[in-house]
């Protein structure tokens, strides 16, 4: 029921289920929990998805790292939906300091926001936040990158990342090989463009994607079956 309420944006209902939850001292799944602040995304209620967060132990009791490092990936995924970007670095730092880290597919989640946002800076500091933390970037968070600096007409940047990436020993996808080549004709390093097609005698023909069980994937079609599921429960 409270899921199915936030799915709805009636955040002042959950509000008030929450607190009768609390009085009786009924403690609410963590799956339960998750649910309502990856719909909230839905609903964009992204205040609302805070409130449960930081209440998460008075919720739930005591919770796992490994359950609070999924609660994190959440609420960063619902505070991307909602544009709340500011937010969402703001909650990344604050998941990092206290000792929780993001997984690949977080941090490559935040990078597709901000790179499909312009923003280069963040993506910049998200890739920096990576290599500190010892996570070994995929093709797909390296695509991601190059991508981006060709967008705002920075591929000598782009050009850097494939250089990392094949030093990494991954083979670019040939469609990012030709967005790269594309972009550093149209900026006129010609002689750029033709190195790249001398090192990248070797292309995946297909792009690469992200890993299998994404957490950052799920989709709002996802999310709409797990509803169906709530709600035809209680139907019955």
Known sequence: MIAILARHGKDDLVDQLISKVKRERIQLSFSTVRLIIDFYGISKKPDAALNV????ETISGAISQTHLMLLYSSLLRTLIKCKRGSNAMDLL???ILSGIHPDMQTFTGLMQ?????????????LFGMVRQSGVDPDAYMFQIIVRAYCKRERAALGLRVYEDMRNSN???????????VKSLWKEGKLREAAYVEEISEEVNDKLPIALPGHLWTVSTADLTRVYDIYFNSIAT
């Open 53 to 56: 967060f930081y209440d998460v």
């Open 93 to 95: 730092e604050e998941m």
């Open 170 to 180: 991954l083979i670019p996808d040939s469609a990012t090989k030709a967005l790269l």
């Open 113 to 125: 926001y901000f790179a499909l946002d312009g923003d280069l800076r963040t993506v910049q500091k």
